[in-house]
């Protein structure tokens, strides 16, 4: 079974498969975009690779009530939010539910989008490709939020690609246009956790995500 060593691995798969779609070495037709925190590694690796500047893409998973871990939906910079009609169904999420969990998950991507703005400013997206960059894709809620981001910041085309997706998940990215293509490094039939196909899946700190940031900003 073909598994990622690590995000440094999947940066550098992705990085292949992304050489023929971008002007290499042009900062100004294309920006990388990694969703922190375990994309901005994988995003850091492609932007080396590609010669291209990177940023972030901030958005927040809503979890359900209960499970968390259970996406309906996710929230992102700019007011956008992205739900999952059938999954609130199934799941039971009434409207006051998802105003509760919206209001604690956007305070937090406040945080964070204060703290990734200290040390990078945000590159102006408009007319250029926005590569979305993350390190797995389950449900695709977050890349289909950052990806409508990216468009809502005025990016030309929208690409999202993963070190490991969900076939369905990629599909749907493109089929209802939140992206003009998705690829991911492996795509397995049984996609199960994300974690699964990488050898070392240790979670990305904070201060890791800032430092990267710091780097591409050359201060």
């Known amino acids: 079974m073909d598994v990622l060593r ?3 691995d999947a940066g550098a798969r992705l990085t292949w498969l992304l050489s023929p779609l971008v002007a290499q070495g042009d900062p100004t037709s294309a920006v990388v975009l990694g ?3 375990g994309g901005v590694p994988v995003g ?3 932007a080396r690779g590609l010669g291209l500047p990177l940023d972030v893409v901030v958005v927040r998973k809503l979890g359900a009530p209960g499970n968390p871990e259970y996406g309906f939906g996710a929230v992102g910079e700019g007011g956008i939010r992205v739900l999952d009609e059938a999954a609130m169904g199934m799941l039971g999420v ?3 539910d998802v105003a509760a969990i919206e209001a604690r998950e956007r305070a937090e991507l406040e945080r964070r989008v204060a703290a990734y703005r200290e040390v990078r400013p945000r590159v102006p997206l408009a007319g ?3 590569i979305v960059v993350d390190d797995g894709i ?3 809620g977050s890349a289909r939020a ?3 981001v990216a468009r809502a910041g005025g990016a030309s085309r929208v690409i999202v690609a993963a070190g490991v997706a969900a076939p369905d998940s990629l599909h749907a990215l493109m089929k209802d246009g939140a992206a003009d293509l998705a ?5 397995p039939d049984e996609m199960l956790a994300v974690g699964r196909w990488y050898l070392d899946f240790t979670q990305t700190p904070e201060d890791r995500v800032i430092a990267l940031l710091r780097e591409a900003a050359g201060s």
């Open 146 to 148: 950052a990806a409508l």
């Open 35 to 37: 969703l922190p925190r």
């Open 94 to 96: 009434t409207d006051g």
């Open 6 to 8: 690590d995000r440094d």
């Open 128 to 130: 250029r490709t926005a």
């Open 138 to 140: 389950a449900t695709g």
């Open 44 to 46: 850091a690796a492609i």
């Open 183 to 187: 690829l991911a490094a492996l795509i």
